[in-house]
């Protein structure tokens, strides 16, 4: 089961990291999602993927 739960926290941290990076670099969802909103939400999946980086560490050392 530990397998499994790590497997899943490490795809949803480079999903994170990827969408991020797609936001970052190209004008994807620009119409509906521009300036500082944008800025922001950016900020955030980079916070969560550090957070979620830090758990999984953490799991992994645990073993």
């Known amino acids: 089961m530990n ?3 790590t497997t899943l926290s490490v ?3 480079l999903i994170c ?6 936001l970052l670099m190209t ?3 620009q ?3 521009s300036g500082t909103r ?3 939400l950016i900020i955030i999946l980079f916070i ?3 957070i979620r980086s830090f ?6 050392k645990k073993k």
């Open 11 to 13: 795809f949803t941290l």
């Open 48 to 50: 969560y993927a550090l």
């Open 3 to 5: 397998i499994i739960n």
């Open 38 to 40: 944008r800025t922001i």
């Open 17 to 22: 990291i990827a969408f991020a990076f797609y």
């Open 31 to 33: 119409p509906n999602l």
């Open 27 to 29: 004008d994807f969802l």
């Open 55 to 60: 758990r999984i560490y953490k799991q992994v």
